[in-house]
């Protein structure tokens, strides 16, 4: 652990008072992980590498954006992650957006203990615009759904001016591929840090025919 998280640090540098956060986060998360399915078993020797580097990797591709919302935060990432980085930052809020009840009382805590910014909504994904109250400067979602579903449930959100970064993987090109049936988009690629993926930037979206 103490190895991943050296070589997550180097891809990804963070303040100390975040890494502080982060500590107590993952702390929460192997204690919950115990009860509940909270991320992939064997992704847990891994977990600074493949989910916390990979989440904080957003935060420079959008350095203006104060106002988040996560889509299916499941375990927090990158919503959590999101939340410790900006818990400095004047005016931040992450919506932690999770239809599982079990998930959300996980998240609800994991908020608390890191005193980070964080503002959890027990819904359906398709009702996050409902409990969202104020605008969204960035939305993004992490192994939810695919690209043309994710761009489905962001929609109202980027039609109120929010950008959106969706994690994904090497199959980037099948799922734009298919985005764009339904979708007229202009997408930018941008590499991930932590592996082989890819993050669909999008600033604009339209609903085809």
């Not at 954006?65 to 935060?73: C, V």
């Not at 004047?90 to 908020?111: C, D, T, Y």
């Not at 959100?157 to 090109?173: H, I, N």
Request: with cysteine.
């Amino acid at each position: 652990m103490a190895a991943d998280k050296r070589a997550a640090l180097k891809l990804a540098p963070i303040s100390h008072e975040t890494e502080i956060r982060l500590d107590r986060y993952i702390a929460l998360l192997r204690e919950w992980q115990a009860k509940t399915n909270l991320v992939a078993p064997s992704t847990l020797p891994q977990l600074w590498t493949r989910h916390i580097a990979d989440s904080l990797q957003l935060v420079d591709l959008a350095p203006t954006a104060r106002r988040w919302a996560d889509l299916g935060s499941g375990g927090g990432f990158p919503g959590v992650v999101l939340a410790c980085a900006m818990a400095g930052t004047p005016g931040a809020s992450v919506h932690l957006v999770e239809r599982i009840a079990k998930k959300a009382a996980f998240l609800r805590e994991a908020v608390r203990v890191t005193t980070s910014p964080g503002v959890v909504h027990l819904a359906e994904i398709g009702d996050n615009v409902d409990r969202i109250t104020g605008s969204v400067d960035c939305v993004t979602a992490r192994a939810l759904a695919p690209l043309h579903q994710l761009i489905g449930f962001a929609e109202p959100l980027m039609r109120q001016g929010a950008q959106a970064l969706f994690p994904k993987g090497q199959d980037v090109e099948a799922e734009l591929t298919e985005a764009a049936k339904y979708w007229n988009i202009q997408p930018q690629l941008h590499r991930s840090r932590t592996g082989d993926g890819w993050i669909v930037e999008l600033t604009s979206v339209e609903r085809r025919g």
